[in-house]
């Protein structure tokens, strides 16, 4: 059966430090892969997604970057985080396509920039 | 550009009924449906791929209307397990996947 795995679970940064989030999925091959970013109280706002090794659409200007080394490996990255960087932070995978099996979430990564 | 949902909460007893409503302003080619309880991962429901097509999930339901470019979430007697808050959400494009606004639900006893 497919996991996807999300670490940290929970991490506390100041503001200006870098910062890495890694997702990886177990159990299929060739996903799309997803990072998304969730405000307290708010909506799931989309920020990369990836169909393949190296390749990576974005979808907001921002100071986040998205890298994706191997097949099953998903990477969120800042240089220099600002305090409007806080939020939940949500690895997903689906298959290619439609996401017909739906899209999965990994457990999160709750962020707070101090 | 992410679908927009109606309403933004709900509060019901237990056993009431609710539907939640999922409109876009661009086409749909399909829908999918997720609930997240607070302060975990938003779990998939359901996904409907043709106009005019119903599924069931348990008590709870979906119809997907492609015309009208609307989807509706249908929660039959309600249960306390099903608070949290509700995702319709929509691929754009071929790899796109937007979410819609959440509604909330709060199921009491």
């Known amino acids: 059966s497919q996991t996807i795995h999300q670490w940290p679970a929970t991490l506390v940064q100041p503001v200006g430090s870098p910062l890495s989030l890694e997702c990886t999925v177990e159990?299929?091959?060739?996903?799309?892969l997803y990072w998304y970013r969730q405000a307290a109280g708010r909506g799931l706002q989309l920020l990369f997604y990836s169909v393949g090794i190296g390749q990576i659409s974005s979808e907001v200007p921002q100071n986040l970057s998205a890298s994706r080394p191997q097949d099953r490996q998903f990477i969120l990255s800042s240089k220099k985080l600002l305090l409007s960087d806080s939020g939940f932070y949500l690895c997903?995978?689906?298959?290619?396509?439609?996401?017909?099996?739906?899209?999965?979430f990994g457990s999160g990564t709750r962020l707070t920039v101090v | 550009q992410q679908p927009v949902q109606s309403p933004q909460a709900v509060i019901l007893r237990e056993g009431e009924d609710a539907v939640i409503n999922c409109s876009s302003s661009k086409a749909l080619y399909s829908v999918h449906w997720y609930r997240q309880k607070h302060g975990e991962a938003p779990v998939f429901l359901m996904i409907l791929l043709k106009g005019g097509e119903q599924k069931g999930h348990e008590k709870i339901s979906a119809s997907f209307n492609e015309k009208k470019q609307q989807s509706s979430l249908y929660l039959t007697a309600s249960q306390l397990s099903y608070s949290g808050t509700y995702f319709c959400?929509?691929?754009?494009?071929?790899?796109?996947?937007?979410f819609g606004s959440g509604t909330k639900l709060n199921v009491k006893p």
């Open positions: 997903a995978w689906s298959v290619q396509g439609q996401g017909l099996n739906g899209y999965t």
């Open positions: 959400g929509t691929l754009y494009n071929f790899n796109k996947f937007y």
């Open positions: 159990g299929t091959s060739n996903p799309n």
